[in-house]
């Protein structure tokens, strides 16, 4: 009788202990399904915010097209907008011109026309100025341009990367996105950072906004405009901003220096929208590239970045 209740109290703990353990297995299960409910929710918020930013940016372009016929750094879309929405989350968007930087794309076309020349030209003192080795125009030339026959020297195409591990092939065509010069032969990572915050790779050729443009962009217009030069230029224009291209080329400290004006413009069609979406603890970061037509904006590019 003993053992038959010793056996009988052994099975009710193994149940007992069985049904315990299922328990805790499915609250641990739960409480997994329940933090990534609440990850997706809070990434999908984040989105949605990063979209409103978005709207709301391309509405100050369009807003700015109707207002006057120049982008410079003093008008609404450029200046960085802060929205804390409630106490935990917070939205920032900072609208950046590109065509206030050098568009990589603009050396696919090398023709004998004047102005493709000039940008190669614009290019390589940029290249100067940051210490980097204008042995890269090559590669970055053939990258670009639809042959697969090599430059010499200081060229490369498929038979260079596909020797690569791993392997891959040359784009021979326009670039579009910044980061696939990180692809081209010679570009390591170190050569990529310091280029990056002065090129732009848009879908078209563009002139550079000269009321937009940093001091080393306006600085690589010509070889006899020092640092010094670009950042009395910088001042004269946030006095200002130019109307035509003509003012910029007629200021007294460019006296004697020829820019070809096809190369200038003092607006711009391309932008990039940097929104920060911040939810509690967790923050997203996000790029838009978008297009300016007289009646729409246009997205080219949508991406979440590292932060
Ligand atoms: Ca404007
Ligand atoms: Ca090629």
């Known amino acids: 009788m003993n053992r038959q209740r010793g056996v009988a109290l052994l099975t009710v703990m193994m149940v007992l202990a069985t049904a315990v353990a299922l328990a805790s297995l499915m609250e641990s299960e739960n409480v997994t399904a329940m ?7 809070i990434a999908e918020t984040q989105l949605l915010y990063a979209r409103s930013a978005e709207n709301w940016g391309s509405a100050l372009l369009l807003a700015d097209l109707l207002d006057n016929n120049n982008d410079h750094l003093g008008e609404p879309w450029a200046i960085k907008t802060t929205s804390p929405i409630t106490p935990g989350i917070g939205v ?34 940029l290249l100067e100025e940051l210490e980097l080795p204008a042995t890269l125009i090559p590669a970055i030339l053939d990258w670009l341009d639809h042959d697969s026959e090599a430059r010499i020297p200081f060229g490369a195409e498929d038979d260079y ?16 996105h910044i980061s696939e010069l990180r692809l081209v032969a010679g570009v390591d990572s170190g050569t990529f950072d310091k280029i990056r915050p002065y090129i732009s790779a848009l879908p078209t050729t563009t002139p550079i906004n000269v009321n937009t443009a940093p001091a080393l962009i306006l600085q690589s217009l010509h070889k006899e405009i020092t640092l010094e030069l670009a950042e009395q230029l910088i001042t004269s224009r946030q006095n200002e901003p130019f109307a035509k291209v003509e003012d910029f ?14 190369l200038l413009s003092v607006d711009s069609r391309y932008f990039l929208l940097d929104a920060r979406v911040r939810i509690g603890d967790r923050t997203q970061h996000y790029h838009s590239h978008l297009a300016r037509f ?9 991406s979440q970045v590292p932060d």
């Open 92 to 125: 920032e968007g900072k609208m950046q011109d590109l065509q206030g930087r050098f568009n990589i794309n603009n050396l696919q076309a090398i023709s004998p026309k004047a102005e493709d020349t000039a940008y190669a030209e614009v290019f390589t003192r």
């Open 249 to 262: 080329l007629r200021l007294d400290p460019l006296a004697g220096i020829s820019i070809p004006k096809v």
């Open 35 to 41: 933090r990534r409910s609440e990850a997706w929710l």
């Open 161 to 176: 990367y596909l020797s690569l591990d791993p392997p891959y092939r040359s784009a021979n065509r326009l670039m579009t």
């Open 294 to 302: 007289s009646d729409r904006i246009e997205r080219l590019m949508w």
